[in-house]
């Protein structure tokens, strides 16, 4: 079984990041304790476009991270959402069938409640209101004001080797 990062190999990875900058980043620190804390993600259509799933491992994950912060930090004005599984078999359970006609359903249509997305999709509550609560955990469906959505135009997948 693949070991998932934990909250001490982030913090290693910002660790690092500042020791190569040469002094302390509080944006980082920011990103970081909102990540922690489930906040501060993407929730505006304009800000959210392709959604980018990998399988790989905790140093991909880590590469993609440096990469995309070298860019930050060199003024670059880029928008990136990235989710990573650390096997195969994750991503699969997380997109099943069902999950990604609920995705489709809400970019078409979007819902006003877990409630009417389940009469709408012809399917039970309690496993709707699971996969909406799986799939917004990921990024993948956006609520607000109780209304459910799924904005992105593309899920991409990549799986490393």
């Known amino acids: 079984m693949v070991e998932r ?7 290693k990875i910002a660790m690092a990041i500042e020791a190569d900058a040469g002094e302390p980043i509080p944006a980082l620190r920011r990103a970081l304790a909102e990540a922690t804390a489930c906040i501060g993600r993407v929730t505006t259509p304009e800000q959210i476009g392709k959604l980018n799933v990998h399988v790989g491992s905790n ?18 004005d880029f928008e990136e959402r990235h989710v990573t599984f650390l096997s195969l078999e994750e ?31 012809d ?16 990024g993948l469906i956006v609520r607000e004001d109780g209304r459910l ?13």
């Open 59 to 76: 140093r991909d994950m880590g590469r993609r991270f440096s990469a995309a912060f070298e860019r930050a930090m060199a003024g670059e």
């Open 91 to 121: 991503m699969m359970t997380a997109l099943t069938p069902k999950r990604l006609e609920l995705l489709r359903y809400l970019h078409r249509a979007g819902a006003d409640s877990v409630k009417a997305l389940a009469r709408e999709l």
């Open 149 to 161: 959505t799924a904005p992105r135009e593309a899920v991409t997948a990549e799986v490393s080797l």
């Open 123 to 138: 399917r039970d509550y309690k496993h709707v209101h699971e996969d909406v609560a799986i799939l917004e955990g990921a």
């Open 5 to 11: 990062p934990t909250i001490h190999d982030i913090e």
